[in-house]
T-cell receptor, first 111, second 112 residues
Framework: QKEVEQNSGPLSVPEGAIASLNCTYSDRGSQSFFWYRQYSGKSPELIMSIYSNGDKEDGRFTAQLNKASQYVSLLIRDSQPSDSATYLCAVKAGGSYIPTFGRGTSLIVHP | SAVISQKPSRDICQRGTSLTIQCQVDSQVTMMFWYRQQPGQSLTLIATANQGSEATYESGFVIDKFPISRPNLTFSTLTVSNMSPEDSSIYLC?????????FGQGTRLTVV
């Protein structure tokens, strides 16, 4: 059974702070890793993909991958109230079209 | 990315009736999927919609309850049949493109 674990939160951070969202996965064959943002009442939106160990930066977002520890994280710098949403981690094995999703972490950025 | 149009966006239905949800993609895609998301929960895959053949259903989901059509590479429908209040959920169409998954806007279904 492939599992993707996330702390459900909520994670509350003040505006301007760094929000750190974490995800662990069970399948060592996983090769693709994704972060989705889901606003309340909306569908998931892909914000980051990462495929190799290390950091990948895109604007205020940094994804970090450590395959040895089976751990992927998302850092949001200079957090804004508009970042308040649920963040879903998704993991996909090589050759598979279907990602496994975590239950998501609720992030609240307060002014 | 992909532009995915899903409709209806929401509906309130009587128990025992059926609802068909449509999903239209702006380009041809091989892989289309249907998910369900219940309040506070993550995404549960219902089935993979296969063009030209029967859909592939995940454990716990059956064709009689969730018939799926995939007449071409840009369109699919999911029908929720003989609905009960337990079917109240958000239903999401998804496509795989260049190793990434994209979602339609979702259909919020309430069964009364």
């Amino acid at each position: 059974q492939k599992e993707v674990e996330q702390n459900s939160g909520p994670l509350s951070v003040p505006e301007g702070a760094i929000a750190s969202l974490n995800c662990t996965y069970s399948d060592r064959g996983s090769q693709s890793f994704f972060w989705y943002r889901q606003y309340s009442g909306k569908s998931p939106e892909l914000i980051m993909s990462i495929y190799s160990n290390g950091d990948k930066e895109d604007g205020r977002f940094t994804a970090q991958l450590n395959k040895a520890s089976q751990y992927v994280s998302l850092l949001i710098r200079d957090s804004q109230p508009s970042d308040s949403a649920t963040y879903l981690c998704a993991v996909k094995a090589g050759g598979s079209y279907i990602p496994t999703f975590g239950r998501g972490t609720s992030l609240i950025v307060h002014p | 990315s992909a532009v995915i149009s899903q409709k209806p966006s929401r509906d309130i239905c009587q128990r025992g009736t059926s609802l068909t949800i449509q999903c239209q993609v702006d380009s041809q895609v091989t892989m289309m999927f249907w998910y369900r998301q219940q309040p506070g929960q993550s995404l549960t895959l219902i089935a993979t919609a296969n063009q030209g053949s029967e859909a592939t259903y995940e454990s716990g989901f059956v064709i009689d309850k969730f018939p799926i059509s995939r007449p071409n590479l840009t369109f699919s429908t999911l029908t929720v049949s003989n609905m009960s209040p337990e079917d109240s959920s958000i239903y999401l169409c998804s496509v795989a493109k260049q190793n990434e998954a994209f979602f339609g806007q979702g259909t919020r279904l309430t069964v009364v």
